[in-house]
């Protein structure tokens, strides 16, 4: 079965600290890892995918197979990153995306 | 373009009613995606239409079903609520299925409460 876990719903951390949001995926196929990011009183949105190994707004993330682990990093948090953020996984063709149940990040000052 | 747009943004219905929900998509998005969250979940897959035709189904009973129109808006539709059928519905919009379909775009849901 296609499930994605996000161990830590809360996860707090000082402005310029690093951080690490953790994804960990089971899927049988191929998979493809995104992780999509909704700030306050805003849209569900993408911040980046595996595919295109891109960083954004210093985020990265990197896929291990071998883990079956996708996790989120940026080295300095800034308060601008405080949000939810979802890890999901794309099964096959179209649009089935399994969505973890997400990890609020809460930057402090 | 004001992106997906949703309606209505907020609705009551009693168990036992029907509900429909509405989706247009973004100008030049054929495919349309329906998702259910559950407070304090992530979203979950409902339905993919993509050029009228069901393109996917998620793990969801009978009871939903949607549709789209030649325009690419979409409905979605609820039977028989349950008080468990609470939650933010939300639309997504791609440009296919096909090639770059990671690129869904979301709209700012419909909140559902079942009484």
């Known amino acids: 079965a296609q499930r994605v876990t996000q161990p830590e719903k809360l996860l707090s951390v000082f402005k310029g600290a690093p951080v690490e949001l953790k994804c960990n995926y089971s899927y049988s196929g191929s998979p493809e890892l995104f992780w999509y990011v909704q700030y306050s009183r805003q849209r569900l949105q993408l911040l980046l995918r595996h595919i295109s190994r891109e960083s954004i707004k210093g985020f990265t993330a990197d896929l291990n197979k071998g883990e079956t682990s996708f996790h989120l990093k940026k080295p300095f948090a800034q308060e601008e990153d405080s949000a939810m953020y979802y890890c999901a996984l794309k099964s096959g063709y179209g649009q089935n995306f399994v969505f973890g149940p997400g990890t609020r990040l809460s930057v402090l000052p | 373009d004001a992106g997906v747009t949703q309606s209505p943004t907020h609705l009551i219905k009693t168990r036992g009613q029907h509900v429909t929900l509405r989706c247009s998509p973004i100008s030049g998005h054929k495919s349309v995606s329906w998702y259910q969250q559950v407070l304090g979940q992530g979203p979950q897959f409902i339905f993919q239409?993509?050029?009228?035709?069901?393109?996917g189904r998620g793990n969801f009973p009978d009871r939903f079903s949607a549709r789209q129109f030649p325009n690419y808006s979409s409905e979605l539709n609820v039977n028989a609520l349950l008080l468990g059928d609470s939650a933010l519905y939300l639309c997504?919009?791609?440009?296919?299925?096909?090639?770059?379909?990671?690129?869904?775009?979301f709209g700012p849901g419909t909140r559902l409460t079942v009484t």
């Open positions: 997504a919009s791609s440009p296919s299925p096909g090639q770059g379909s990671y690129e869904q775009y």
């Open positions: 239409y993509y050029e009228k035709e069901e393109r």
